[in-house]
């Protein structure tokens, strides 16, 4: 017997579609620091920033950095810019009008933290 394939789902509710997106342990933090950053972040930039947000400063290993980036990059919420004019070549990150929609809803929810945990 043959095995049955699954059927994509669509999903109708737009807050369910929009945490599938953003369903990521690290997304809201990289969306957040990206939004708050008046420049585009490096790896290492984004690595650093996540791990002071830790009393052990551990933070996030790259490789779950790199997995949310990429998963990022497919959503169309953050951009990657390789500059090759730099030795070594740089690769930069930045949110794309997309991921800066998310920016006052970032806020909202940092702020929430703040208040209420």
Avoid at 4 to 12: G, L, M, N, S
Avoid at 73 to 83: F, Q
Wanted: proline share 4%; charged share 35%.
């Amino acid at each position: 017997m043959g095995r049955k394939r699954a059927e994509k789902v669509e999903i109708k509710c737009p807050l369910t579609r929009a945490l599938n997106m953003l369903s990521g342990k690290w997304d809201l933090v990289i969306c957040h620091l990206l939004a708050m950053s008046e420049r585009p972040l490096r790896f290492n930039e984004l690595k650093e920033k996540i791990s002071q947000a830790f009393s052990d400063g551990k933070g996030i290993c790259p490789s779950s950095l790199s997995q949310s980036l990429k998963r990022l990059e497919e959503y169309k919420i953050v951009e990657r810019k390789v500059r090759t004019n730099e030795i070594p070549v740089a690769v930069e990150y930045r949110l794309t009008e997309k991921g800066k929609a998310l920016k006052p809803i970032l806020e909202s929810l940092r702020e929430w933290g703040e208040k209420w945990t």
